[in-house]
């Protein structure tokens, strides 16, 4: 059988082999566990919808990302495709919407980790197979559900370990009052926010150039630039500042006056101290009808996640509008990161087990057994080195596995009923009687972490 | 956007409600640590491989049942596949084995627990997507490895509630020792097998002629019968007859006398009291070369998991073996069996909220936020009604989401710093000071679990 072919995974996807898996594994259990805290529950869908479910939905760029499967059988000669790939998790979920609409509560709130898959072309950070991590919270326009994501989404990365990230809000409505004042044409809006969006970046004069390039006056362009200008210090500021700049536009008063509540409230929770009103950001705009939120880190291009509100779309099987607002969290740069920050626990690093038993000799197999069996029922991870060989060649094999600690039971161990623990790290020895391994071994490990 | 398209999930494959993911992600959590304490890793793989990975390894049929996708971009009008979804888990860790040789232990033990997708035709039961989980240990061929995945096993089924399954277990050079002994011609064993894989369901008459049926004379199935006729009681009675069954040949005799071995070192752990020793299993029988298991229950027609020892399997990309012992259990059945006998426990079928802080009015937003707030500190899942609403609406539908207990805090309560906590079972309202609210709450659970 053997075969010349490559063994590499397919361009664009990974394997994960379990260090990837635990350091992935412990991302996805701390966000599980925070938004479960905040009432949000878990909905999975199939990896693939019928082809007619997606196409359309993403534009005609996203048609061609789309991966599409052959139909089955005897039509598979004919090359066409009637099943598509997930895209993302949020067509899917407006499909669950509409499909389970009498089992769904009012407000369903939901946390959705899965992997989506794009044929883009494959590059550095940019995968074909990747994992979204969503949470939507539908059929509420309070401004309790913003609060409560905000919240749940700061309480995300703070348990994860980041204690610096800013939590950008804007509001739809009071982006587009501000471009209506500035005298943009409702046509320009598009254009517009993308040079306006690299105010951060690039700074004022560059966007002031870019504007213009893209058809907006010049004078337009420094109106823009004007009222754009972002306020320094906490979040009233800017919230004064919109208010009064808005002052004259009755839906752009109303988005500033949301904005205001929003932040009220998201104050007293645990997005506390984090959110910063950012008049200029956008995210892409198209869909977002009320807040617009977005994560950042300083030493991150782009951000961590982002969201907000979209009224228009999670309706779009149903042909009827439900309110929704949401925030995706990015998993795959959450995760890079972490590691490039060192910022996972010593235990989600902690190598294959926490103690391995060594074999003796073959007589020893069953006590060898036993032994593990003891110990794991006090939760502890163990391995068995499988074969009778010589212990330097067991232990070498602990160490180069991250396993901390080694246990031996030879003929005189067993006979006197004790262990003999080996830690891995400091190469000391201690004998400890067999009822009490697992307490010794446990607390090894917990000096460690 | 209105739609008038199907809004269920495709044929074949299903969505997975809160309810459901719950139950699944109960019995992934038990299974995980479970594997996590006998020492075998995570592992996980992109869900579709180059098409050459896949094409060829499952037979004609399963070439017919694998799922191609089209080639991106310009390419797909061609109607050629480049891709096709995972058929399995032992295909894509054979490609990890050979791809990262350098890095794998030399003891590699992995589990694996992600989706499958086959084209089949849809049935009852039958799915085109479904999840597999895998177990496997490479690199050794002591009878400590098989001892190791039955006692792992057997944990996961007693973890689950599981108290009536049954471990079968068989030895490949013993059913093929046999089969020579009753005089069965090699080319006639898979057929032979086929058939005696049924004496449970059909009895001897029916498989005798299903034997002769099948090409084999009369006089050697009849032998067949006599050789294969289960031995009753535990697993050392059937271990003898095997010995003296297989005397006269050499790799029977040695696979009986491995049989005994693995017996006796499984009989000392988790699996203790569980396995039976079953001549006749086969199960499909092509690739395992050495012992052969399966899980039964009583109350079920087929297997909730089956494997045994594939020494020759594993290489197939590395072009020399790798001995490697693995067991797959049948996640979907076991949930399904799971469902049917009702053997969740009640915090996993357990609504979507340990509590509901309800909303008074708008001034009390902030509030209720911060009540959610102090409960979630203490591990509490917290669901916040979002809207100002007649206080009998929000308990209402507290119980359609079968939340237990509901949160009010009004003017009154605010004011005298507690909150009123209701049990929605009883109806029982009960003021308790704020600050013990959390563990009230937690209380209640607890008496109702």
Redesign the interface.
Known sequence: ???K??????GG??????D???R??HVIGVVRGVY????F??????????I??LLGKYGEEGN?LI????K??EH??????D?A?RYDLTVPLA??V???QN?????F??YQIQ?V?R?DRPARGRFR?FYQCDID?MG?T????E??IL?AVSEVLATLGFNDFTVRLNHRAALTGLLETAGVAAAGHADALVALDKLDKIGPQAVAAELTNRGIAADVAAKCLLLFAEEQGGAEAPLDRLATLLRAHDAGAKGAAELRQIV??AE???AAGRIRVDPSLARGLSYYTGAIMEIAVPDLAGSLGGGGRYD?LI?????RDIPACGFSLGLERIIVVMTERNMFPAAVAGG??DV?VT?WNDDA??D???L??EL?KS?????????ADKLGKQFK?AS??NVPCVAIVGDDERAQGIVAIKDMKSGEQTAVPRADAAAFVARKLELRS
């Open positions: 059988m053997a075969d072919q490559s063994t590499k995974p397919p996807t990974r394997d994960f082999l379990p990837d898996v635990r992935r594994e479960e805290r905040y009432g529950e878990p909905l999975e869908t199939p990896a693939f919808e019928n007619e479910t061609k991966f599409k499967i052959l089955r059988g598979e000669g004919t090359g066409e495709a099943l790939l499909r669950v509409a499909q389970y089992e769904l509560p009012k407000f709130k939901r992997p898959w044929a197979e919270a509420s309070s401004p309790v559900v609060a409560e919240s009220a409230l007293g929770t645990a228009n309706g779009m099987f149903l042909g294959a087990a391995m074999l197999r069953a060898a057994l036993a593990a069996g794991r939760g502890l991870r163990v391995d068995v080195y499988p074969e094999y180069s596995r």
